[in-house]
């Protein structure tokens, strides 16, 4: 059975720090995403990463994957309020149409 | 174009009542999932509709849990009768294609 296993759980962070929230996962999968949700509103899609190494970048988010070491990470850099939130990751394996999720990182930048 | 609706977005309720929560895909999307995440743990799959047929409800706890999708559209989950380890937020999606889902902001809800 797939496990995702996401951590921290929670962190807490000052302004204009860099932090990196890890994603690892049991079995093969063909894709990997991650979603941040703000309290009351959808998740909201942020990444998707198909293949070994790939990188993508938004802003002050970054997220990689590491397919033979089943790792995605997803970096911060210099933190700003407006990116508390929830973060999950979500492993998704055709043929199940359904994804495993992370149990989420509740993410607080303190200003 | 609208999202992923869902309603109510909490509902209250007593031990062994009886609660439905709707959700509405976004138009076209064939492919509806339901998922719950319980206080503090992972999002867990519960199961997914391709337009009105189940494709898989591995993930339903058990048979108090009753989801439909008439016509393909819209979608229900009932809980009948509720106990209190089915407090959590319900979250559907939907997709036009297997892959990426799009998510609704999902229903609280708590069982006293």
């Known amino acids: 059975e797939l496990k995702v296993e996401q951590n921290p759980l929670f962190l807490s962070m000052q302004e204009g720090k860099n932090y990196t929230i890890y994603c690892n996962y049991s079995t093969t999968s063909d894709r990997l995403y991650w979603y941040r949700q703000d309290p009351g509103k959808s998740l909201e899609s942020l990444f998707v990463l198909l293949s070994n190494g790939a990188v993508k970048q938004e802003g002050r988010l970054m997220a990689s994957l590491d397919t033979k070491a089943r790792l995605s990470t997803l970096h911060i850099t210099a933190a700003v309020h407006d990116l508390s939130a929830t973060y999950f990751c979500?492993?998704?394996?055709?043929?199940?149409?359904?994804?495993?999720f992370g149990t989420g990182t509740r993410l607080k930048v303190l200003a | 174009e609208a999202g992923v609706t869902q309603f109510p977005s909490h509902s209250v309720i007593e031990k062994g009542q009886t609660v439905t929560l709707r959700c509405d895909p976004i138009?076209?999307?064939?492919?509806l999932y339901w998922y719950r995440r319980v206080m503090g743990k992972e999002i867990k799959f519960l199961l997914h509709f391709v337009k009105e047929s189940k494709q898989d409800e591995s993930g339903m706890p058990n048979n108090r849990f009753l989801a439909e999708r008439t016509g393909g559209t819209y979608s229900t989950l009932k809980v009948q009768p509720a106990e209190l380890e089915d407090s959590g937020v319900y979250f559907c999606?939907?997709?036009?294609?297997?892959?990426?889902?799009?998510f609704g902001p999902g229903t609280r809800l708590t069982v006293l």
């Open positions: 999606a939907s997709s036009p294609y297997p892959g990426t889902q799009y």
């Open positions: 979500a492993v998704y394996t055709s043929g199940t149409y359904k994804y495993i």
């Open positions: 138009s076209g999307h064939d492919n």
